[in-house]
């Protein structure tokens, strides 16, 4: 019987946030919206060489859109180069680790080389996104 109330209850809830949603909808969707009713502070307002053209303005998300056709090839590279530069900055704080592991190991041979195995898989993993970004970098001008 409560499994069957709160069926109910969370029914009546769901419809009525739908009903709330619908009258709200109905009532900004009778308005005309033009470029003239971008707020201050938009893209369009600050930067309209860089914003849509106003006869493209059609609702209020569109006075903040910019008009930027970047190819799906500067995207990904632009991705790749943000992943790569994130890795290679693990792989400094890792070789930085490795060093306090050293310092700190204070003679202990299995610490000593726990610091040097630290510092190698730093520098390795430095190589390697240094590498992988001079790879993609080299494939995506030349190739694409």
Do not use: E, W
């Given at each position: 019987?409560?499994?069957?109330?709160?069926?109910?209850?969370?029914?009546?809830?769901?419809?009525?946030?739908?009903?709330?949603?619908?009258?709200?909808n109905t009532d900004n969707a009778m308005a005309a919206f033009d470029s003239?009713?971008?707020?201050?502070?938009?893209?369009?307002?600050?930067?309209?060489?860089?914003?849509?053209?106003?006869?493209?303005?059609?609702?209020?998300?569109?006075?903040?859109?910019?008009?930027?056709?970047?190819?799906?090839?500067?995207?990904?590279?632009?991705?790749?180069?943000?992943?790569?530069?994130?890795?290679?900055?693990?792989?400094?704080f890792v070789i930085v680790l490795g060093g306090i592991f050293f310092v700190?190991?204070?003679?202990?041979?299995?610490k000593t080389k726990r610091a040097q195995h630290t510092i190698l898989y730093?520098?390795?993993?430095?190589?390697?996104?240094?590498?992988?970004?001079?790879?993609?970098?080299?494939?995506?001008?030349?190739?694409?």
């Amino acid at each position: 019987m409560k499994i069957k109330n709160l069926l109910v209850a969370g029914l009546l809830a769901v419809s009525g946030m739908f009903a709330l949603a619908t009258v709200v909808n109905t009532d900004n969707a009778m308005a005309a919206f033009d470029s003239s009713q971008c707020p201050n502070g938009s893209l369009f307002k600050t930067k309209p060489a860089k914003a849509k053209p106003a006869d493209q303005i059609k609702t209020l998300a569109d006075c903040n859109l910019a008009n930027d056709d970047k190819d799906l090839m500067v995207t990904a590279t632009d991705i790749i180069n943000v992943i790569v530069g994130v890795v290679g900055v693990i792989a400094v704080f890792v070789i930085v680790l490795g060093g306090i592991f050293f310092v700190t190991s204070t003679g202990d041979a299995a610490k000593t080389k726990r610091a040097q195995h630290t510092i190698l898989y730093g520098v390795v993993g430095l190589i390697i996104a240094l590498l992988a970004y001079a790879i993609v970098n080299f494939v995506l001008k030349n190739v694409f």
